[in-house]
């Protein structure tokens, strides 16, 4: 039972285009959710969070969207840069059980072509 | 500001065996979570401490243990190794959610 799903295993973005990057969810227990940033040999990198209060979070090139209704968010990264290329995964977890689990997709290759 | 420390860093060890994994996280932070990292499974919580009590817990066999020492400093423990316990073990320390977890780079763990 997969609870947070990213469909698409990779995407192709030419430089200075944008980047979507879409995550689903099922548990409408889900309250917070998180982009993670990961290359290889390292851990993942915190990119950018929102919460259910909200329907939208930027931090510079990053964009996060969700859609409470569709249970749906989206992290879009404009303009697309080289050192973009990484696998995104989308994280959710529930404020109310305590937040201390993080639920991630499977994640999604990105890569940025010159 | 040094980040969280994961050691070691690669591992390898026999069918049946035991092994521990250390985690040191951020200065300050207080909450310490586990996560196991397969190909096929994805990333998947172990489970996570604070001020040395563990609050949550994945859905992993009773030969995955943890515990955390009153200077935040973490440790896992999986006992009777398989060679499906042969993942990246990622550690993350936070002080709060809406600072996002902080991960490690991972012990690499392979069972032979």
């Known amino acids: 039972d997969q609870q947070v799903k990213q469909n698409s295993p990779s995407l192709s973005v030419q430089e200075g285009r944008i980047s979507i990057l879409n995550c689903d969810y099922t548990?409408?227990?889900?309250?917070?959710f998180l982009w993670y940033k990961k290359y290889p040999a390292e851990g993942p990198t915190f990119l950018i969070s929102i919460s259910s209060i909200k329907d939208k979070n930027e931090d510079g090139r990053f964009t996060v969207f969700l859609n409470k209704s569709a249970k749906h968010l989206s992290l879009h990264i404009v303009p697309s840069q080289p050192g973009d290329s990484a696998v995104y995964f989308c994280?959710?977890?529930?404020?109310?059980?305590?937040?201390?689990?993080?639920?991630f997709g499977q994640g999604t290759r990105l890569t940025i072509n010159p | 500001k040094a980040g969280v420390t994961q050691t070691p860093r690669y591992l390898i060890k026999t069918r049946g065996q035991q092994v521990t994994l250390s985690c040191s996280p951020i200065s300050g932070h207080r909450s310490v979570s586990w996560y196991q990292q397969t190909p096929g499974q994805g990333l998947q919580f172990l489970f996570e401490y604070f001020s040395e009590t563990q609050r949550n817990k994945g859905n992993f066999p009773g030969r995955f243990s943890g515990r955390q020492f009153s200077n935040s400093r973490s440790e896992m423990n999986v006992s009777t190794l398989e060679l499906g316990d042969s993942a990246l073990y990622l550690c993350a320390s936070s002080r709060g959610l809406s600072y996002g977890y902080t991960f490690g780079s991972g012990t690499r763990l392979t069972v032979v």
């Open positions: 548990n409408s227990m889900f309250d917070y």
């Open positions: 994280a959710a977890t529930s404020q109310v059980a305590g937040a201390q689990k993080l639920v």
